[in-house]
């Protein structure tokens, strides 16, 4: 067994227990559990993409706004 088949197996063992854990403690099927973390980290990617690009914009704003003259005829 290869060094890579190895990781996945350890990672689908011990990653796939935890919700079927939390699935059986909420009393739920463990693929909707899986799907709810699916679709939250699509959301949160999201979330955090567009902060990232409103920043960027405030911050090129900011830059056209306050840029320094260096003398009075650069206006």
Known sequence: ?????????????HG?????????????????VRLFFIYISFATLGVSFALYLTLAFLLKLKDLVYTKRSSVFDL
Not at 1 to 13: A, D, L, P, V
Not at 20 to 32: D, F, H, I, P, T
Request: proline share 0%; aromatic share 16%; net charge positive.
């Open 16 to 32: 796939f227990e935890v919700s079927s854990r939390l699935a059986e403690r909420l009393g739920m099927r463990a693929k909707n």
């Open 1 to 13: 067994m290869s060094f890579i088949n190895k990781i996945k197996y350890f990672f689908e063992k």
